[in-house]
Nanobody, 123 residues
Framework: QVQVVESWGGLVQAGGSLRLSCSAS????????MAWFRQAPGKERRFVAAISWSGRSTYYTDSVKGRFTISRDNANNKGYLQMNSLKPEDTAVYHC????????????????WGQGTQVTVSS
């Protein structure tokens, strides 16, 4: 059983930064693509960023390009989402997800999910 846990969300002012962490148990992490999704209040969960199992390939939704950076440390079963120049519209619960095979922008393709961490950006 793979467990995924997100951490280091919080409250930050607009223009500030946060670095989210995703920890995964088991041997699945190093061979799995990883993604971050977010769900704002009253809205559907949406794709934010993804990274291949090797870390060589990344993909971002347009609204976070140039501001967010996804990365991973397979030796320690950890993934990260560095978020800079945060905006109030970035406020959401952020979820980490894993899947075998190539990364995907569709949440239906991911089999392992964390409970999420709240990010709140004040104006």
């Amino acid at each position: 059983q793979v467990q995924v846990v997100e951490s280091w969300g919080g409250l930050v002012q607009a223009g500030g930064s946060l670095r989210l962490s995703c920890s995964a148990s088991g041997r699945t992490f190093s061979g799995a693509a990883m993604a971050w999704f977010r769900q704002a209040p009253g809205k559907e969960r949406r794709f934010v960023a993804a990274i291949s199992w090797s870390g060589r390939s990344t993909y971002y939704t347009d609204s976070v390009k140039g501001r967010f950076t996804i990365s991973r440390d397979n030796a320690n079963n950890k993934g990260y989402l560095q978020m800079n120049s945060l905006k109030p519209e970035d406020t959401a619960v952020y979820h980490c997800a894993l899947r075998s095979g190539p990364y995907s922008v569709s949440e239906r393709d991911y089999g392992y999910w964390g409970q999420g961490t709240q990010v709140t950006v004040s104006s």
